[in-house]
């Protein structure tokens, strides 16, 4: 997997499309109509996946400290339909983590998942914090690294 961490306004036009239409097919088409470009795109680091033909196959942003929560925020945590199930999710979770690691050193993460995902999460080290919530009609829970 080639890895490829650019600000908004670094990321080339192909990438911002193959990002977008990644996270449409998924967050959209998948799992149901919601507002995806949520206006934090500009204030976040993006983290892509490129197989060796150059295929999109795992996506993530950073979101800056300050701007949804007080840590830097991992979302949008993604990978193609066609990947899933290969390890992909948690070397693409680890990236973000380590570009966490490097962009704000010493700082906590704190994340929005997706309730059924907290074994995931919980696997690279997200500890649950609060009570289960409704995002977009679907159970979530704040997590803390």
């Not at 890895?3 to 670094?10: G, H, L, N």
């Not at 949008?76 to 990236?95: C, F, H, K, N």
Request: net charge negative.
């Amino acid at each position: 997997m080639r890895w490829t961490w650019a600000r908004f306004a670094e990321l080339s036009l192909d990438d911002l499309y193959d990002a977008l239409a990644l996270r449409c097919r998924v967050f959209i088409l998948e799992q149901g109509p919601y507002q995806d470009p949520d206006g934090l795109d500009r204030q976040a680091a993006h983290l892509l996946g490129r197989d060796d033909a150059g295929v999109l196959q795992a996506y993530l942003r950073v979101v800056d400290p300050g701007h949804k929560y007080a840590e830097p925020s991992i979302g949008r945590v993604i990978t193609a339909p066609e990947a899933r199930g290969s390890g992909l999710g948690r070397a693409l979770v680890a990236e973000g983590v380590a570009r966490c690691a490097q962009a704000w050193p010493g700082q906590a993460i704190r994340i929005s998942a997706q309730a059924h995902l907290q074994r995931f999460y919980g696997a690279v080290g997200f500890v649950a914090v609060g009570e289960p919530y409704s995002e977009d009609n679907i159970p979530h829970v704040e997590m803390l690294r």
